[in-house]
């Protein structure tokens, strides 16, 4: 069974930066997007980043553009978000999700769009 373990979420001041990563077990995820997502309390899952089976393609929330990048390794078997210039509006659970497309090398930012999950990281942005 695919499984998807998440990493790296902490607690940081504004301005700060962190790196979660998310890791593939049991299986190699080369045809699989992935996608980083978060839940806020109160607040709707939505999609923060994306990046094709290949990494050719990436995608970003308005709302993080510019200071998220999203990477994968294909040896390691990881993809990792890359977070700077942190906001207490980033503060949420951070989930992984994979998929394989139908169409080659695209990624996709919707929630629904993903067939496996990690369990979440929670980063806390706060002074």
């Known amino acids: 069974q695919l499984q998807l373990v998440e990493s790296g979420g902490g607690l940081v001041q504004p301005g700060g930066s962190l790196t979660p990563s998310c890791a593939a077990a049991g299986f190699m995820w080369d045809d699989y997007a992935i996608g980083w997502f978060r839940k806020a309390p109160g607040k709707e899952r939505e999609g923060v980043s994306c990046?094709?089976?290949?990494?050719?393609?990436?995608h970003y929330a308005d709302t993080v553009k510019g200071r998220f990048t999203i990477s994968r390794d294909k040896a390691k078997n990881t993809v990792y978000l890359q977070m700077n210039s942190l906001k207490p509006e980033d503060t949420a659970i951070y989930y992984c999700?994979?998929?394989?497309?139908?169409?080659?090398?695209?990624?996709?930012?919707?929630?629904?769009?993903?067939?496996?999950w990690g369990q979440g990281t929670q980063v806390t942005v706060s002074a």
């Open positions: 990046i094709s089976s290949s990494g050719g393609s990436t």
């Open positions: 999700a994979a998929v394989v497309p139908t169409v080659q090398d695209i990624c996709l930012m919707g929630p629904w769009m993903h067939d496996y």
